[in-house]
């Protein structure tokens, strides 16, 4: 079973920035947190959850969202386990709860039912 914790969300202004960080632990079955795909949804109230942003295993390769490409910014330190988020230009539309997610798939993944593992998620709120 892999644990991930999400930090960093919060109330910021319109054009700001924040910084999420995912935190993973409990590798299964021997597979290192190197070794899964990783993705940012977010799901606003009385919506879907959508697809934000995904990094490939390496770094490498990664994907975004139209509404977010040129403003979301996602990472990886597979040394400390950990993946990123650096939104900036943040819109009032951006408003949600953001989860992280790790998938045992090979591939990026976008669909949420890819996803083998979530966080409980990390609010963010942007003011007008």
């Known amino acids: 079973q892999v644990q991930l914790v999400e930090s960093g969300g919060g109330l910021v202004q319109a054009g700001g920035s924040l910084r999420l960080s995912c935190a993973a632990s409990g590798a299964a079955s021997g597979r290192p947190f190197s070794s899964y795909v990783m993705g940012w949804f977010r799901q606003a109230p009385g919506k879907e959850r959508e697809f934000i942003a995904v990094?490939?295993?390496?770094?490498?390769?990664?994907n975004y969202a139209d509404s977010v490409k040129g403003r979301f910014t996602i990472s990886r330190d597979n040394a400390e386990n950990t993946v990123y988020l650096e939104m900036n230009s943040l819109k009032p539309e951006d408003t949600a709860v953001y989860y992280c997610?790790?998938?045992?798939?090979?591939?990026?993944?976008?669909?949420?039912?890819?996803?083998?593992?979530w966080g409980q998620g990390t609010q963010v709120t942007v003011s007008s």
């Open positions: 990094i490939s295993w390496s770094g490498v390769g990664t």
């Open positions: 997610a790790a998938t045992r798939a090979a591939l990026m993944q976008t669909r949420s039912f890819d996803y083998d593992y």
